[in-house]
């Protein structure tokens, strides 16, 4: 078996680990990669967009399984792109054509896609004009949700306090068009006030099976404050998310999410993350992501004992009926190590050093080897991941190891996890 990863991130290392961890790292290759995916797998030097050049190293490489990353590339079609091309009639794609994708890349498709199939989530309007917008705002209580319908890196969503901010906003995206056709809708939504969680799951269009799910730290600073990021650490499990929690979840959310891609004929292999929000015991979806998230991935992968080739192989084609996952009972917890600056400007190409330990789990992000040296090359620049048996064993072992790791400019939340201990009886 041979497989491609598409994606340069923590995510697209965390995936390479745990598949050679299963079949060795021979025939597991990454495009592009990062400094981290040459421990574990062979990177090719191509862009995870340029589908042409992919399609033409799936070919000469003689892949039999492709795992796409990130969204941009699903949401544009590239799994369409590779279905009507003869040479590929028995490759295996991880990864959502683009009317499965859609989930994603329109969250007013999602939004009518949830109400349809009665899935619970925020109360909504879609906006195509300024005034429109503006007239519903003034109609509505503080806080404002505001969400550029298509893809814009992460930086869509914006939560207003007050009406002035709210009305700005709407300006910026209509008028001075601050994120080009991705807002030419705008999704305005109820505020949902509650503690947020993530599920995943994979599926083959019809059959699935759920994930680890993760709790993810989403704003730069402790405590969470100031600007969004792409996710600055996770935990799994979520200790909130207990059974009966869970179940309500499976069967409010999960069903009908995965009921409604069958019934609407998406063409749908992979994974779907939901983004939830758990208000009073009841959750609300967020938000759908047709990909595996980052920095989620680093702490769910290593909690999937058996063979994760074998799940991702069955979802590939369609025999996912009856498989189930097994999910390994300790905690993980993952520290962003990021650039200075992030999710600003930040500068690139400070020389990283590493007192590796052996029992260490740390994910390359934004990371390039230059000569002999591992170099930062992004924002988000590595992850690493603690164990244990409850949040503060994993926190403690996390942090410990964060310590061991230097370059200049290095920043970390100090509080992943801390609003976890709480709900653990340790
Ligand atoms: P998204 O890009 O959809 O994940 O949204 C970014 C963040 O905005 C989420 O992680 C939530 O913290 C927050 N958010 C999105 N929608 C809502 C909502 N309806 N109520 C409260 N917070 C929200
Ligand atoms: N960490 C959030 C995401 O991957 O979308």
Known sequence: MRILITGSGGREHAIAWRLARDIGSENIFVAPGNAGTKQCATNIDCSYNNFEM??????????????????????????????????????????????????????D????????????????????????????????KSPYVLKADGLAAGKGVVIAQTEEEALKHIDLV???????????????????????????????????VLLPEAKDYKRIGDGDTGPNTGGMGTVSPVPFANKEFMQKVVSRIVEPTISGIAAENMDYCGFIFI?????????????????????????????????????????????????????EAFTTLSIVLASEGYPGAYKKGNEIEFEP????????????????????????????????????????????????????GVYYRNDIGFDLMKYENI
């Not at 941009?72 to 040479?87: A, I, S």
């Open 54 to 107: 992919l399609a033409n190293h799936i070919d000469e490489l003689h892949i039999d399984l492709l795992m796409i990353g990130p969204e941009e590339p699903l949401v544009n079609g590239f799994t369409d792109y590779l279905k009507q091309d003869p040479r590929f009639a028995k490759l295996m794609i991880v990864g959502p054509g683009s009317n499965g994708a859609i989930l994603e890349g329109s969250k």
């Open 109 to 140: 498709f999602a939004k009518q896609f949830m109400n349809k199939y009665s899935i619970p989530t925020a109360a909504y309007q879609t906006f195509e004009s300024k005034d429109k917008a503006a007239e519903y705002i003034r109609s509505l």
């Open 174 to 208: 209509f008028q001075n068009r601050v994120f080009g056709d991705a807002g030419n809708k705008l999704v305005i939504e109820e505020f949902l006030d509650g503690i947020e969680m993530s599920v995943f799951a994979l599926t083959d269009g019809r059959n699935y």
């Open 275 to 327: 983004g939830l929000m758990n208000v009073g015991g009841d959750p609300f979806v967020i938000e759908y992501n047709v990909r595996l998230g980052d920095p989620e991935t680093q702490v769910i992968l290593p909690r999937i004992g058996g063979s994760f080739i074998d799940l991702l192989t069955a979802a590939a084609t369609q025999q996912l009926e009856g498989k189930s996952i097994e999910h």
């Open 357 to 408: 330990d052996p029992n260490d789990l740390v994910f390359h992000a934004g990371t390039a080897v230059v000569g002999d040296k591992t170099v930062t090359a992004g924002g988000r620049v590595l992850a690493v991941v603690g164990k244990g048996n409850n949040v503060t064993e994993a926190m403690i072992w996390a942090y410990e190891n964060a310590e061991r790791i230097k370059f200049e």
